[in-house]
T-cell receptor, first 114, second 117 residues
């Protein structure tokens, strides 16, 4: 069984640019959540997708957007990058959206904004 | 709102020492509580969980008990090993958190543990 995978592993962008990060969920999982982990901090919830629709959102501005595809893989898009967007971006998949469903995390994409 | 406060690190212990990492929480609803571990260069892994008051989660020699009266979920291990060196995160999910989704996680800031031989 393949776990959660993310691409790319590392990425360097400049302020004002746009970036797309990708996540493949674990087999059988229909729910994907994205988190931002700044250096030395715990992950912060960005949003969740369940069956291709946004199902919940944390305190992130609209320039953070996402998609989920019919195969349940997902993208995180960030427009107008700011220096503070530099972080590790984690994707997590789960077999459902209920609170009993464990989230399985990918290794993350490290984004550096210069 | 929902938040988690955990003991700041870093924590350095000798092998076979006793470990406690403190975690307290604030929740508006009925949280489930978790400890996640992040080994160097790897993603977060669930270490243990507890879904209701007085439940004890345990795994790999680690334990934590859900204490509603003190809103705490402290992580303990009787004898740490060098391989336990990692960053440990306390987290909660709140099934009444309709806006953010019932199984999404609120994390503490993490505690880095280093175990020396």
């Amino acid at each position: 069984e393949t776990g959660v995978t993310q691409s790319p592993t590392h990425l360097i962008k400049t302020r004002g640019q746009q970036v797309t990060l990708r996540c493949s969920s674990q087999s059988g999982h229909n729910t994907v959540s994205w988190y931002q982990q700044a250096l030395g901090q715990g992950p912060q919830f960005i949003f969740q997708y369940y069956r291709e629709e946004e199902n919940g959102r944390g305190n992130f501005p609209p320039r953070f957007s996402g998609l989920q595809f019919p195969n349940y893989s997902s993208e995180l898009n960030v427009n107008a990058l700011e220096l503070d967007d530099s972080a590790l971006y984690l994707c997590a998949s789960s077999p459902g959206q209920g609170s009993h469903n464990e989230q399985f995390f990918g290794p993350g994409t490290r984004l550096t904004v210069l | 709102g929902n938040s988690v406060t955990q003991m700041e690190g870093p924590v350095t212990l000798s092998e076979e020492a006793f470990l406690t990492i403190n975690c307290t929480y604030t929740a508006t609803g009925y949280p489930s509580l978790f400890w996640y571990v992040q080994y160097p260069g790897e993603g977060l892994q669930l270490l243990l969980k507890a879904t209701k008051a007085d439940d004890k989660g345990s795994n790999k020699g680690f334990e934590a008990t859900y204490r509603k009266e003190t809103t705490s979920f402290h992580l303990e291990k009787g004898s740490v090993q060098v391989s336990d060196s990692a960053v440990y995160f306390c987290a909660l999910s709140d099934r009444s958190a309709v806006k953010t989704g019932a199984n999404n996680l609120f994390f503490g800031t993490g505690t880095r543990l280093t175990v020396i031989p």
